[in-house]
Structures are given as structure tokens and as C-alpha cells.
């Protein structure tokens, strides 16, 4: 299944970029996840008609995607400004995340995982410019994220690991039901 990760973290060494990574590299036999960090020009209705040529190319990567996963932090309890503003460009003109599958992974060095900025994305996600389909309930949350690795700079959170197994099958079910 052809699947476009969007990371909510433009850092270098962002954790929700190595996540993505992860999740990539252990589920290559089932999603080929090509990962997507927005950094895109801050939207604005005078520009819309005639988008940067890194909106295009964003959008088109979605569009033609089976399925996308966010991978995001929390910023102040919220999205990222970065993420909400490619998912702004997404609910105009071409509203290339209508109906598709989504689901969200998010890790913060809080202790609550990005559980508030996930209930955030899923309301954005819901609004009619974006009718995206989330995927429901399987939340995953990633707390403390910094205490995750090792010292290979490996991901090795097994509590984590073991639920993404079932979600990332949940996904594809639910997925293979809609089409
Ligand atoms: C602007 C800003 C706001 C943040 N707000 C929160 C927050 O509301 N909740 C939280 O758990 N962590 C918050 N953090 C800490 C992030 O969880 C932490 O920096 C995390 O590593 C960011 O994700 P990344 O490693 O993928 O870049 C914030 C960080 C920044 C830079």
C-alpha cells in the first residue's frame, strides 16, 4: 500500500522524524511510506490560484498516496504550526486529503504523549475542507519520547512497538473495507 508520511517537525533530529523512519523500515513489506516534512510557505487566499511549486508537489504526493500517516509533536498543547498550515493548504483548491485514509502517530518528551494535540488534529482533519477519514480510536501516543532510545539512537520502546503492530494492521483492514 502506497503511503505518504507527514511529519509535524521540521527539526533535524526531530523523534517524530525517526519514528516515521522506523515505522517505514518495519512495515516495508506491508506500507511503502514515503516520508514528506512540510516546509512550506505560509498559506494565503491571494496566492491560492497559483501555489508555490513545493505546495504542488506536496499536494500531488498525497493525492496520489492510498493512505497518509501524521507523525507529529505537540506544540502548546496544539498542531504544529508548520503541519496546520500544509494541512490548510490541503483544504483548497485541489482538497487532495478528502476521503483519504489517515492515521496519527505523535511523541512528545511530555507526559501526555501528544494527546491534546492529537484531539485537535483529528477535529482539523474532520472539517469539511479536509473530510479526511481518520482512522478511529488507535491512538497512539508516544510520552517521554527522549528516554525511548538507545544508544544506537534506535527506537526501542517494545509497550510502543507492540501496539503500533496492531494499529498498523488495523489500518490496513480498515483501509482494504473502504475500497
Ligand atoms: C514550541 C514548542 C512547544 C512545545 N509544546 C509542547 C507541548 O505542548 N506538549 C509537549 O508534550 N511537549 C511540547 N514541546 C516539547 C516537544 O515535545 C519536544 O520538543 C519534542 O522533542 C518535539 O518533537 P520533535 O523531537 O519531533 O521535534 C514543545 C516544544 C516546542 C519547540
Redesign the pocket.
Known amino acids: 500500500m502506497e503511503i505518504v508520511a507527514i511529519v509535524g517537525?521540521l527539526?533535524k533530529?526531530?523523534?517524530?522524524?525517526k519514528i516515521a523512519k522506523f515505522i517505514k523500515d518495519r512495515y516495508k513489506d506491508k506500507l511503502n511510506i514515503e516520508i514528506l516534512i512540510p516546509d512550506l510557505p505560509i498559506f494565503n487566499e491571494d496566492i491560492e490560484k497559483d501555489p508555490p511549486v513545493e505546495v504542488i508537489d506536496f499536494k500531488e504526493k498525497i493525492k496520489n498516496a492510498e493512505g497518509v500517516l501524521i507523525v507529529s509533536?505537540?506544540?502548546?498543547?496544539s498542531i504544529p504550526g508548520g503541519l496546520k498550515n500544509a494541512l490548510d493548504w490541503c483544504s483548497r483548491g485541489d482538497r487532495v486529503l478528502a476521503k483519504k485514509p489517515v492515521f496519527i502517530v505523535g511523541?512528545?518528551?511530555?507526559n501526555?504523549g501528544?494527546a491534546?494535540s492529537q484531539m485537535d488534529l483529528r477535529t482539523v482533519l474532520n472539517s469539511p475542507g479536509l473530510n479526511a477519514f481518520v482512522l478511529p480510536s488507535n491512538l497512539v501516543l508516544i510520552p517521554n519520547?527522549?528516554t525511548l532510545f538507545n544508544e544506537k539512537d534506535e527506537f526501542v520502546d517494545e509497550r510502543t512497538i507492540k501496539y503500533l503492530d496492531k494499529v498498523v494492521d488495523n489500518f490496513i483492514d480498515w483501509r482494504m473495507k473502504m475500497s
Do not use: I, K, M
Open positions: 517537525s527539526r533530529e526531530s523523534y517524530n522524524l509533536p505537540e506544540y502548546n498543547h511523541a512528545s518528551n511530555g501526555v501528544t491534546r519520547v527522549q
